[in-house]
Every structure is written in C-alpha cells, then in structure tokens.
C-alpha cells in the first residue's frame, strides 16, 4: 500500500456552519426561520449574500421566469440577485432563455407528507448560479423552510446547470431536502449530501451530473450527517471527474456520518476513488464511525473506479486506525469495475445476481498493487442457481483471513452435484477464507457443500453441494 493514493485523508477543509437567524436582512419581509437554508456552504461568513445581494420572491403560482410580473420587485432577477421561491406544493417555473443568477433559494413552506416541490424547466438553456468558481460565502443554491415543516425538492429537467460547490443539507429540522437532476437535465457542480444533517441527490430518468472537484462526500461529518445519492434510470449517470489540472476525484461515501450510494435501473456512475466509510484525520473523527453503502442493482446499472475501498481505509501516512464499516451489495445484473480491491475489517461484500471486477486498470490506467480482502472482511454470497461465472472475478487478489458467509436465496434448493463458483482469478490467487481448507464442508440453509480453492493459486473457488449428513 505504499504507492497507493491515501485511501482516508481527504485534504479539502470544508466546514459548515448554521446560518445566523439573526440575519433577516437576507430576506427582508420574509420569516426568520426561511434564512436557515437547506443547501449551505461551508466557509466564510453564512450571512455575506444578505448584505451584498438584492433578493427577488417569486409571487403566485406556476410560470415563466422571465415574466417581471411574477416578481415582487417587478423585474427579472439576474446575475447580482437571489432568486426566492417559496412554494407551498408542486411549483413548476420555466425558462425561456439562458439566465444568470446570484443564488437560487427554494424557501418550501409545506407541512405533513406533501413536498414543496419546485420544478424548473430549463426549456433546453443553461441556468448558472453563484458563477463557476467556488465562493465559499455565496449559497449557489438553497433548500429551506420553515421550522418542522415538510421536505423540500428542487426539480432540474431539460436544461444545463451550472454552479459552484453546493453542500446539501437541512439543519432545520429531521426533514430530507432533496435535489433532482432530471429528465434531459445536466448539473455541472460539485455537490456534498449530508455534510452535517440529512440531504438526497437524485440522478434519474437519463439525467447528468458532473462533478469536477477533488472530493465529493455523502453523509460526511458526525453520527448526526446521513447523505443519500441515487442514479436510477437508462442514460441516468454521475461523472465525478476531478479538476481541470488532473487531480483525480475521490468519493467518500459515509466519510464519519452515513452515507448512500445506489446505482440502480441501467444509471451509471464513474469516480477515481470510492472510499467507504474512510477514517478522516483532517476531521479529527474517531475510527470506526463511519457508515458507508453502496448499492448497484440491475441489469446494465455500473460503477466503474480505479480504488475501491470498503470499510474504513487507513491513513497511509500517520499508520492510523482502521475506520468504519462499509457495505457494498451488487444485485440483479449490477456491475462493479474496479482496478484495485481493498475490504477492511467489518466491511461486507454481497453478491446476489451481480459481479464485481477486478481488472487491475482503469481506463489508461494501470493499477499494479495486489487486491486484499483484509481479516474480519466479509464475502456474503447468495445463491439462487448453479453454474455461470464467478461472481467475484479477480486479477491479482489475496484472501487475508476474510470471513465467508453463504446464503441460500429464497426459495432455492441447490441438487447434490450443483457446483457454484464464488472467486476466479487470472492471475494469483493467494490465501483462504478464515478457518476454512480445500474439501472442508459447510453448511447453509439446510444444505451441505464442499469448498474447492482450485489448484496453482489461480482458482476458481467452487462450492458443490453434498449429501448432508
């Protein structure tokens, strides 16, 4: 693991800190708790857009932006302006023409189930909020609401988004916020769920998003954070793409909250580094805190990265502990690409109906280092039918004391005979499963198997069922 990018130490020091009620300027004529905003970013002073920008309410229901009617100033807000709705249910706002915006707030007023749900139709321009550089005191985009109302989304379709780093939260009250990409909508930002508190990012029905930072986290600081992105839908993906000088983009998924990650339906997701559950130093949080799931499920529905680590990675640097626990489940035809595979202790993979592989490169690059399933890891297969190819497939991968689990799906009663491979590799194949030698016997689900490691360290490892006795 010398050579290796740190798997645990992401550099960028964002913090966030609550809005000051106190700061009513910011939306003079409008309730104090609507300046507590959904969507923060995390340095700087919270209240500088109040003192440096005009602000414009949205006044009755659905219409198109550039009307100066449906404004209470009686002008079309612009580039030096907020733009503030507050919707009670479903608001639909369309454009007619590419616009600039200061900064986009949906202040949601709705109670109970209901969702003040805004909905811009982008009407095929491209809507730029807060510029396209990082202004860590300027809110690009916000999701507010009174205190203990109901949740609050921000629906993008048809249209391209641009904007600066975007930290997706609501410390209002236990209420999600969540923002769509939509149906032919592309988002170019950088966006944080759930840095401190709860917050959704969806990616569906063939929408885009783009991310060009050098880190991206979901559920990232304290218990209290739960992050949830989910790509779902053919044509749907996420591009985290990093910087424009090279730097890579490493995604920490339950960084030291609880973070989601589910790829789901034929969406598509691409990162140089996915870190679950990740120990970070720079955040002074203790090992074992965080929480991190990825989920990829069905058929045509992909992650592709160079690193994937699972489970809390070490700070190379410092030798520091192990961090949390992480899960990632492949199902249903899901694909999961990787150049190199590193579980740690108390991280679970489980295979039902998908396959993880690991390639040794990613795109044009080359990743040398051998994978590790590390002691206390697990591998959870479920069975559901015989034959076909290893769920697990491997170039060069060491088995480091990790832990198997063997389930039977639902239903399924294997034959004696039935063989099922769980691991192949094409190159070495080193180790055993803990406690468990070539021609021991298990059980599971009422039935007995022998294990087969293969022969010449290259596998495959094979179950068979067996008469049980």
């Known amino acids: 693991m010398k050579n290796l990018p740190n798997p645990g130490l992401f550099s960028a020091p964002w913090r966030t800190k609550r809005q000051n009620p106190g700061c009513s300027a910011y939306f003079a004529g409008i309730h104090p708790w609507l300046i507590l905003a959904g969507l923060l970013i995390p340095c700087g002073n919270p209240c500088a857009t109040a003192q440096t920008m005009e602000v414009a309410q949205w006044t009755s229901g659905d219409g198109v932006f550039e009307t100066p009617s449906k404004w209470n100033t009686g002008s079309v807000p612009g580039a030096e302006m907020v733009a503030v709705f507050a919707p009670e249910g479903p608001l639909t706002v369309t454009l007619s023409a590419d616009t600039s915006l200061g900064g986009l707030d949906n202040q949601g007023t709705s109670s109970g189930d209901e969702a003040a749900n805004l909905i811009l139709e982008l009407g095929g321009h491209t809507l730029a909020i807060g510029g396209e550089e990082v202004n860590h005191s300027t809110p690009p985009i916000s999701l507010g609401a009174y205190a203990n109302s109901g949740p609050r989304i921000l629906t993008f379709r048809n249209g391209r988004i641009n904007c600066s780093h975007v930290v997706l939260n609501n410390p209002v009250n236990s209420e999600w916020s969540r923002m769509v990409v939509g149906e032919g909508a592309e988002m170019d930002a950088a966006v944080t769920v759930g840095n401190n508190e709860k917050g959704e990012l969806y990616v569906e029905s063939g929408g885009r998003w783009i991310s060009r930072a050098p880190e991206i986290y979901i559920g990232r ?249």
């Open 221 to 469: 600081v304290g218990l209290s954070s739960e992050g949830k992105v989910k790509i779902t839908g053919k044509d749907s993906s996420w591009q985290a793409l990093g910087k424009s000088d090279g730097t890579h983009c490493q995604v920490g998924v339950g960084a030291s909250g609880s973070g989601s990650l589910e790829i789901t339906q034929g969406g598509k997701m691409m990162a140089f580094i996915v870190q679950l559950a990740g120990h970070q130093a720079h955040l002074e949080t203790p090992a074992g805190e965080g929480r991190g799931h990825v989920k990829v499920e069905g058929s045509d529905s992909e992650m592709e990265c160079a690193f994937l680590y699972v489970g809390g990675g070490r700070v190379v640097d410092t030798g520091a502990a192990a961090g949390g626990a992480g899960t990632v489940e492949i199902a249903d035809g899901g694909v999961v690409k990787c150049g190199l595979l590193r579980a740690f202790p108390h991280s679970t993979l489980t295979f039902r109906g998908g396959c993880l592989e690991q390639t040794g490169h990613f795109r044009e690059t080359a990743v040398s280092e051998q994978s590790v399933l590390e002691p206390a890891s697990v591998l959870h297969f479920v069975l559901e039918k015989a034959g076909g190819p290893a769920p697990l497939s491997a170039e060069n991968l060491k088995i480091d004391g990790a832990l198997l689990d063997i389930e039977l799906a639902e239903g399924f009663s294997p034959r004696v005979g039935d063989e099922f491979p769980l691991l192949s590799a094409s190159g070495a194949l080193e180790g055993n499963f803990a406690g468990i030698k070539s021609g021991d016997k298990l059980q599971a689900g009422g039935h007995a198997f022998t294990i087969d490691y293969g022969s010449q360290g290259t596998g495959p490892i094979v179950l068979k069922a067996v008469q049980a006795k």
